[in-house]
C-alpha cells in the first residue's frame, strides 16, 4: 500500500495543508480559546504548553493537515490521519478541531469528505476515537454516516490514558461528496 499522508487536499470550501512545524502560532491562535476542548477529553489542551504536546505529535505524525477556509483564505483549524493498518485496510482521522466561528457550518463535513474520498482510495474503513462526553464531536460524526463500535482508554500524544468511543464507517457505506 502506498497511501500518501499528507496530500494537499481542496475543494470550493476547504484546503486542507500539510502541517510544518513553523504553523506553531499560526494555529495556536485558533486553539488558545478554551471553550474549542471544553469537551474534550484533554481540555486543557487551550494552555500553551499543552497545546505545544499535541502539535509535536502532529507534526511527527507525517500525516496532519491545515485547514483553510477556502473561500476566505482564512487558517480556520487542524486534522489528521493516524494509526494506518495495512493487515485491517484501515486508517484513523482525528485529532480535529476547528475555530467557533465555523461550528455548526459545512465546513468539518467538507474538510471529512476530502479526508474519506482519499483514504478510501487506500483503505476499506475508517476509525474515530472521540471521547466519550464530546457530544459535538459524537454528532457530527454520525450525521457522516460512522456507526459506534466500541469503547476504549487511551493515550493522545504526550497525554494520559482517556476513555473514547470508537466508531468506523466503511467504504461500502460511504456516498461520495
Known sequence: MNFEL????QDAIVRLEPLRTDDF???YVIACDPMIWEQHPNPDRYQRTVFATYFKGAVDSK?????YDNRTNQLIGCTRYYELDEN??????GYTFLAKS???????QAAKALLFNHAFKYVDKLIFHIGEHNIRSQKAITKLGAVQIGK??????????KY?????????DWNVN
Open 25 to 27: 502560532e499560526k494555529l
Open 63 to 67: 500525516a496532519a493537515f491545515l485547514i
Open 152 to 161: 476504549i482508554e487511551m493515550a493522545y500524544y504526550g497525554e494520559a490514558p
Open 6 to 9: 499528507q496530500p494537499t487536499l
Open 88 to 93: 485491517a485496510k484501515s486508517i484513523a482521522i
Open 102 to 108: 465555523h461550528w455548526g457550518t459545512t465546513y468539518n
Open 164 to 172: 473514547n468511543f470508537v466508531y468506523q464507517i466503511n467504504k461500502s
